[in-house]
């Protein structure tokens, strides 16, 4: 598959190189695992097989040989040299034609799987593009080969996929409190529950920025750096919170208020600039 136009950005990705933490090496991988794992189950690929991430849509490739994918994530056009294919389906791509993917209507990010995987070579057991660690293949660029396996296995029985709408302005996601909670005043927390914060345009795969009410600290010291993760709302000087997701550092020195929870990542990878957010409580489980 030969890259003709990338948008703003498109990265190899597959589930990321997990075990590597305490080398300095972060997860990295898709930034919405629950698309990129769909457009693999439905071109017969193992779930964690590479594909293409496309940021904003702008995508383009041409088959080399006959290929059959499945495009999902953000919602966008979708066709085969000019004619229209479906989200969330199986496409075949004959030989000398072009897949193009265009601005998505909501979401950000579009996963391409093509059945037998992007094989580019690995790194640290990964073909992930890790974009603050500088691991794995750069981004890619028009003219990029890109090298496909063989597929194993059969196709599956059911070549489309029922996916729900993804929000349009606002999205909802479940927060449990972060372990520096006490580090900021008591009233902080219920700001972040209480009232919306907006997506900014300097968000990327590391982290999302946001503008909205301060979360104001109780604590002025210095914290040391510790662990962190994606989902993790981290609050530097500006007391505003910034969402780490994929490609997050290993360690942060500002304290994290609150943690959205692991089924909410994928949504947050989804957020564009502007787009409203607003975070609730979970609720505990009665017993």
């Known amino acids: 598959m030969q890259v003709l136009e990338t948008g703003p950005l498109s ?18 991988g898709a930034a919405d695992r629950g698309s990129l794992r769909l457009a693999n189950r439905l071109v017969g690929n193992d779930e964690g097989a590479a594909c293409v991430e496309v940021t904003f ?14 495009v999902t994530g953000a919602t966008c056009p979708v066709t085969v040299d000019g004619r229209c294919g479906a989200m969330n389906s199986l496409l075949r ?31 640290l057991g990964s073909r992930s593009t890790d974009l603050l ?37 606002e999205l909802r996601l479940t927060v449990v409190p972060g372990p520096r909670q006490d580090w900021f005043a008591p009233d902080a927390l ?23 009410p301060v979360l104001t600290r109780s604590k002025e010291e210095e914290l040391p750096s510790e662990g962190t993760v994606a989902g993790a709302l981290q609050v530097p000087p500006s007391s505003r919170p910034t969402l780490f997701l994929a490609d997050h550092p290993v360690t942060g ?6 943690v959205v929870v692991a089924e909410d990542v994928d949504k947050a990878a989804q957020a564009r600039p502007g787009m409203t957010l607003r975070f609730t409580a979970r609720q505990r489980v009665a017993d």
């Open 190 to 212: 219920t700001a972040l529950l209480s009232q919306p914060y907006t997506v900014l345009s300097e968000s990327n795969r590391i982290g999302i920025r946001l503008d909205g």
């Open 93 to 123: 791509v004959p030989a000398g034609a072009v897949l193009r993917l265009g601005l998505p209507a909501t979401g950000l990010r579009s996963y391409v799987a093509v059945r037998g995987g992007v094989i580019v070579e690995p790194v």
């Open 57 to 70: 849509g702008g995508f383009a490739a041409r088959a080399v040989t006959d290929l059959v994918v499945a």
């Open 133 to 169: 660690a500088g691991l794995g293949p750069e981004p890619l660029s028009t003219g990029s080969d890109l090298p496909v396996g063989l597929p194993h296995g059969d196709l599956p029985p059911i070549d489309f996929a029922p996916v729900a709408c993804q929000p349009a302005e």
């Open 253 to 258: 020195g500002y304290p994290v208020i609150a």
């Open 11 to 28: 990265t190899v990705q597959d589930l990321g190189r997990p075990g590597h933490a305490g080398i300095g090496v972060g997860l990295s």
